[in-house]
């Protein structure tokens, strides 16, 4: 029989062992992240604006590759890609400390970048594969609540480091970090194989792992377009990370600390309550209702924050951290209806290509959006927060259209298959 312990574990053993990895994952990163700034400017010796531009080129890069690392983990098996890129990972974390140039920096951070890409194209393609269709979005969310909690215990181990305002720790957390990711990569060797790992590819699949044009991704169109929007909605990151902590700085009388409180919440609503909005996402309809969800709290948030350039005192705190629980509440929302949308409308003989084009998606929203919501907001004011919102509003708008469009898409290459 079930007890009240089981509700707060994920629901099988294989769910259980992959949210164990994704905290060892997230530990390993979590460490470096937290001390990274301190370690490019002064252990590598680089400015803030060469960190800058190489995490630019290396986003760039990674973007270029997106597709065809995704048809690779088709073509190689999903998890083989995803262990092998998890090796090499580890491995390059070992370089860190003899970094000492910016061209060694780029070179560096391009290739981790790119492996660490084809990581979560094979990761991605294997959870899709070997989970039942009932089980994938809520194992996910379990997936993504444990790696919340490894990023914060990556956090406490980099803040350990900082503390003692040493060099030489500072210089040894990428051999944490190494340490960790290779226990890492030895877990997922022990993962059991996924479909496409172990069934021999068809004549028909391996032209299609070959660059076959017939039934790509990149020719679903619906599914493109679905993922650029779902990657707009997905900049409620960037409203998370960027837009709301620069607004308390500059434009309201909150004090700077709230923002340590404000992450911290973040963190634990994350762990809590990602599970519960996932609950029920198993078809294209559920998924779509996911991501009106997130769009409404997303709207909300972009309301509720703008008015604090005129409020004082605590009722300033409580917006800020009300308009920060709200962005919150989009963040969980649209993870659940990415995870649905790719279960729901991935060629089974595709996934891995299909990841990929979920990450066109992404990465767009990443590029444009700190700019123009940034600017948006601090220069425009209230204004700018509805510019925002009706963004946010067309996009989710677009995603019942697109979505229908990839079903059909789907359908069309059944047929073609089957004829």
Known sequence: MPTRLDRFLPPTPLARRLSLQSVLFATGEGAFITGSAVFFTQIVGLSAAQVGLGLTVAGVVTFAFAVPLGRLADRVGPRRQWA?????????????????????????????????NAGWSGRGAYTLDVFPHDERVRSLAFMRAALNIGFTLGAMIGGLALAFDSDTLVRAVPWVTAAILFVNAAFITQLPDAEHDRVVASPAEKALADGS???????????????????????????????????????????????????????????????????????????????????????LSCFVVLVTHDTLGWVTIVLVWLGHVTVTGAELFQSAGHWGFLSELSDPDRRGEYQGVSQLGGTLGSVWAPAAFTYLALEWGATGWVVIASVIVLAVLGMGPAARAAERYLARADRATAA
């Open 213 to 299: 044009s017939a039934g790509s991704a990149l020719r679903n169109r619906g599914f493109l377009s679905l993922s650029v929007l779902d990657g707009v909605l997905g900049t409620n990151q960037v409203l998370l990370n960027v837009v709301i902590p620069l607004w308390l700085v500059q434009a309201t009388d909150a004090p700077h600390v709230l923002l340590a409180w404000l992450f911290g919440t973040n963190t634990v609503l994350a762990v809590l309550l990602q599970v519960p909005a996932a609950r029920g996402v198993n078809s294209v309809a559920t998924s779509l209702r996911a991501a009106r969800i997130s769009g409404a709290f997303f709207v």
């Open 84 to 116: 092998a890129s998890a090796f090499v990972g580890a491995a390059l974390y070992l370089v860190w400390p003899f970094i000492g140039s910016f061209a060694a920096f780029l070179a560096m951070t391009v290739a981790i970048e790119v492996v660490g």
